[in-house]
């Protein structure tokens, strides 16, 4: 036990360092990501799966992130791995709630009109993950306009880098958040070898454990 204890103390002062090399020693199943997911919602008397009604009856679903650690960043054998990946622990002290999917035509418009630099006529699949827009685009004319339709006590904002990884993770290591594989790719999201080079609907592919979609 007090080997256990020291091993666990090592390895998190390495990754608070950045001189950690490996990452899987804080991984979980996708059957603990969800108790753990389950145990947030209940401990702060709050549901999972969350819906919004945004104007015109258009639905924003948003997911209960529990609160953990992680090691953010990638292992340095990992293919097609930044250069500043390093490894390091960051542990999120409180749940907080994200979007399932990315926002879509639909959203966007909903609530903020037609996007900056779109033509006003909408297109003709408004389930699309709504497109060419900037940082600024969202802070100043979407985020506003969406904490209106806020219930009390919430705000929106944009996630965090390490909150968006620890939810796009969902307690796994891998390149991937259902594997390591290209296959595992496939699932989870679509890229350039099997999109046709054409934008999809949001929430086609398979979630992760935590029930996030198109999260690559």
Not at 112 to 122: D, I, N, Q, R
Request: glycine share 8%; net charge negative; aromatic share 8%.
């Amino acid at each position: 036990r007090a080997a256990e204890v020291m091993t666990a103390k090592a390895q998190q002062d390495l990754a608070r360092t950045g001189m950690l090399l490996d990452n899987s020693w804080w991984t979980f199943d996708a059957n603990k990501a969800r108790e753990r997911q389950e145990a947030a919602a209940k401990e702060n008397g709050l549901p999972v799966l969350q819906t919004i009604e945004l104007p015109g009856k258009v639905e924003l679903k948003l997911v209960l992130v529990p609160p953990g650690a992680f090691v953010m960043g990638s292992a340095s054998d990992e293919p097609k791995r930044g250069g500043l990946e390093y490894l390091h622990l960051v542990e999120l002290s409180r749940p907080i709630y994200l979007g399932q999917c990315e926002v879509t035509e639909a959203q966007w418009r909903a609530v903020a009109g037609p996007p900056p630099g779109a033509p006003k006529e909408a297109p003709a699949d408004l389930q699309r993950p709504v497109m060419d827009v900037s940082w600024a685009d969202v802070q100043e004319a979407f985020l506003p306009k969406l904490n209106a339709c806020a219930p009390e006590g919430y705000a929106f904002r944009l996630p965090t880098e390490a909150e968006w990884e620890y939810a796009c993770r969902a307690g796994t290591a891998t390149g991937y958040n259902l594997g390591k594989e290209r296959a595992d790719l496939d699932k989870a999201a679509w890229h350039l070898f099997n999109s046709e080079r054409r934008v999809h609907p949001v929430g086609q592919k398979a979630p992760n454990a935590w029930g996030f979609l198109d999260m690559h």
